[in-house]
């Protein structure tokens, strides 16, 4: 299944696709290694070409952590065995620290450690990044490699640092309608039941933890950096939006910006191609339109277990029929009782 990330089981993956000539170099005990791994199982990500792109393999181990220095405490452990992907562009590097992030969440797991080799940089700024920390090293037979360390419960108020947790406390909440066209690219993991995995491709906008989206809408005015959107997809096309309207995800802004802030139209379209759906003719409107142009930057951080209906949004959270449900304010109520009604888990939001 190209164009998503996938489970598979060792026995399935072709330990001789030259993906995994680099890991071989580096560590002299992997191709051992993984056939004993077998039945268990790994996230891969493969090209058009069907070859490997990326590779993820983690497991839970139960501290104290001894075959590091200094030894890493006891308690329970997410580690990442093995990690990598081939720099070709895209975000897919941030969507695999995505899939690591969520799976301690499930598995609530609130430390996470990954070994890397000093020399592979741009995956360890990657890791520091998202608020890994280097915390010790790590010497075998293979070499000395950096131990990167986070702790999923202790925040420092940085959007980045946190991720993926979401401080709601005096943060003002809104509800932001996309549409169906522009939602399913842009929130891979929110990805409604009757639409195709076809349509997510491996690009930059699909595969990054931080999302673009510009409007025009009024109500987008009040939002502001730290900002929380509630994402609602709106209405299947020739359906009725009572039932096929859904709240699915949560994310923060990172910053509010206008084309007008850009000194070209060159450097407005670099920011934006990176991490948004709207291809150049659609940003090339938004350059030119007449009126207030909104470019929200912002980071995907809960997709929802339980996606809430328009119906459900009405007569359970109690948001107004009557509103235009472009960008609309929600009360610390509101917003609360959308987390529980989408079974978000808990330990993702501290107030």
């Known amino acids: ?11 399935q993956i072709n330990l001789n696709d030259p993906f995994f000539e680099t890991l071989k170099e580096d560590y002299p005990e992997f191709e051992q290694w993984f056939k004993k ?23 839970t181990e139960i501290g104290p952590i001894n075959d590091v220095q ?11 065995g093995t990690m990598k992907v081939n720099p070709h562009g895209t975000r897919l590097g941030e969507r695999f620290i995505k899939k690591i992030l969520d799976y301690a969440i499930v598995k609530d797991t609130l430390n996470i450690y990954v070994t890397v080799f000093e020399k592979h940089q741009k995956l360890v ?6 608020g890994f920390k280097v915390s ?26 946190d991720y993926p947790l979401v401080i709601s406390r005096n943060k003002a909440k809104h509800l932001l309608a996309i ?14 039941k009757n639409e195709s995995f076809d349509i997510i491709s491996d690009v930059s906008h699909t595969n990054s933890i931080h999302k673009v989206y510009l409007s025009s809408m009024p109500g987008l005015a009040s939002v502001k950096k ?7 997809r709106t209405k299947t096309e020739n359906t009725s939006a009572w039932y096929t309207s859904v709240a699915t995800s949560i994310c923060v802004i990172e910053e509010v910006r206008s084309p007008r802030e850009f000194s070209s139209l060159e450097l407005y379209m670099k920011y ?14 938004y350059w030119y339109k007449k009126g207030r142009v909104y470019i929200i930057k912002m980071t995907y951080n809960i997709a929802f277990r339980k996606r809430l209906t328009r119906k459900k949004l009405v007569e359970e959270v109690g948001l107004n029929e009557k509103d235009y449900w472009g960008c609309i304010s929600l009360s610390d109520q509101e917003f609360e009782k959308i987390l529980t009604l989408g079974d978000v888990y808990e330990s993702l939001v501290i107030d």
């Open 70 to 80: 200094p030894i890493l405490d006891g308690g329970l452990w997410l580690k990442v």
């Open 179 to 192: 549409k169906p066209k522009y939602h399913t690219k842009l929130f891979p993991d929110s990805i409604l």
């Open 125 to 130: 700024e990657t890791f520091k990044k998202y």
């Open 272 to 285: 934006c191609k990176s991490y948004s759906v709207f291809n150049d003719s659609e940003l090339l409107e």
């Open 37 to 59: 791994k077998g039945d268990e199982i790994a996230q891969v990500f493969y090209n058009e070409s069907d070859t490997l792109e990326a590779f993820l393999y983690m497991k």
């Open 226 to 232: 730290g900002d929380l959107l509630v994402i609602y």
């Open 136 to 161: 010790g090293k790590k010497i075998s037979s293979a070499g000395e490699e950096l131990v990167l360390t986070k702790n999923l419960k202790n925040t420092v108020n940085n959007t980045l640092q």
């Open 1 to 11: 299944m190209n164009g998503i990330i996938e489970p598979k089981k060792f026995y």
